[in-house]
């Protein structure tokens, strides 16, 4: 592991697209290290908004502050129906395949329990008809089908896992949401992100 000082000495020598870079994606950083980023984009002149962007991504959400914020994700509308609240953690999974060519799509979406239960239904019948028709799919249909199944019963922890990655990896645009009061709008973007993968 490389010590603080050669870091800063590291980062003395970047140019100033890679502190950018640094700045634009900061999560993977130790603490002790966002500090020497900060200095060296004020070295620089860099848009003050990295220093900004650097202290949402890297300040984690925890302890009450984290409840609080899986509370209001909870709360919020469901973005595809944009009628109920109550929204829960869903993870579909669905497989298509055509002799050759394998269609694997799993999604992770925080929605309300009414979409999931159509979102669930249409993604097990898309299986259940167009997964067998490929040497793999003739395997992996009744894994993709038993494992939707399995979901069901496990909506409790499948929900907190899901809401917990998301709050992990979207650490800065959950407070710039907070920030703004959009947090609505951040979970439909994300769970339009994972409906077009």
């Known amino acids: 592991m490389w010590t ?15 502190i950018r870079e640094l700045a634009q994606n900061p999560s993977g950083l130790r603490k002790e290290i966002v500090p020497i980023l900060i200095e ?5 002149n860099l848009d003050i908004e990295l220093i900004t962007w650097v ?3 890297t300040n984690k959400f925890e302890g ?7 509370k209001r994700i909870l709360n919020s ?3 595809l129906c944009n009628l109920n609240s109550n929204l ?29 239960r159509k979102k669930r239904l249409n993604s097990m019948l898309k299986t259940f008809f167009f997964g067998w028709w490929s040497k793999r799919g003739i395997i992996s249909t009744p894994f993709t089908l038993i494992s939707d199944l399995i ?14 990655d998301y709050i992990e990896n979207n650490t800065g645009m959950l407070r710039l949401s907070l920030e703004k009061n959009n947090l609505n709008e951040i979970i439909a973007e994300f769970n339009n992100s994972q409906m077009k993968m």
């Open 4 to 18: 603080v000082e050669e870091i800063r000495e590291n980062y003395r020598k970047f140019e100033d697209w890679k």
């Open 40 to 44: 060296e984009i004020k070295k620089r």
């Open 55 to 57: 202290n949402y991504e």
């Open 64 to 70: 009450f502050e984290k409840k609080d914020l899986i």
């Open 77 to 79: 509308k469901c973005s």
């Open 88 to 116: 829960k953690g869903y993870k579909f999974n669905t497989l298509i395949s055509v002799l050759i060519n394998i269609t694997d799509k799993s999604e992770s979406l925080i929605i309300c329990n009414d979409c999931a």
């Open 151 to 164: 979901n069901i019963f496990k909506k409790e922890s499948v929900s907190k896992e899901i809401i917990d």
